[in-house]
Nanobody, 115 residues
Framework: QVQLVESGGGLVQAGGSLRLSCGASRSVFSFIAMGWYRQAPGKQRELVAGITSGGSTNYPDSVKGRFTISRDNAKNTIYLQMNSLKPEDTAVYYC?????????WGQGTQVTVSS
């Protein structure tokens, strides 16, 4: 069972930036695609960024051009750089396998964007 630990969230004003990190308990990232997901109150969890083992990335239109996913396989870590944040980006952010997540999730990291 892989344990995922997300960090880096916080409170930021609209237009600001945050960088999220996700570490794994063992070196699985090198061989699989990983993604960042988010869940806002009362809404379903959604994908916000995916990255393949080769480094190809995928973003929904809602974050394209503002969010950047990257990975450091040597550190078993993936990152999400979020710029030009909007109040609608407020959510708990999680990392997991992409495009089909594992059944278990980490605790997530809260991102709150004030207007």
């Amino acid at each position: 069972q892989v344990q995922l630990v997300e960090s880096g969230g916080g409170l930021v004003q609209a237009g600001g930036s945050l960088r999220l990190s996700c570490g794994a308990s063992r070196s699985v990232f090198s061989f699989i695609a990983m993604g960042w997901y988010r869940q806002a109150p009362g809404k379903q969890r959604e994908l916000v960024a995916g990255i393949t083992s080769g480094g190809s990335t995928n973003y929904p239109d809602s974050v394209k051009g503002r969010f950047t996913i990257s990975r450091d396989n040597a550190k078993n870590t993936i990152y999400l750089q979020m710029n030009s944040l909007k109040p609608e980006d407020t959510a708990v952010y999680y990392c997991n396998k992409f495009p089909v997540p594992w059944g278990s999730w980490g605790q997530g990291t809260q991102v709150t964007v004030s207007s």
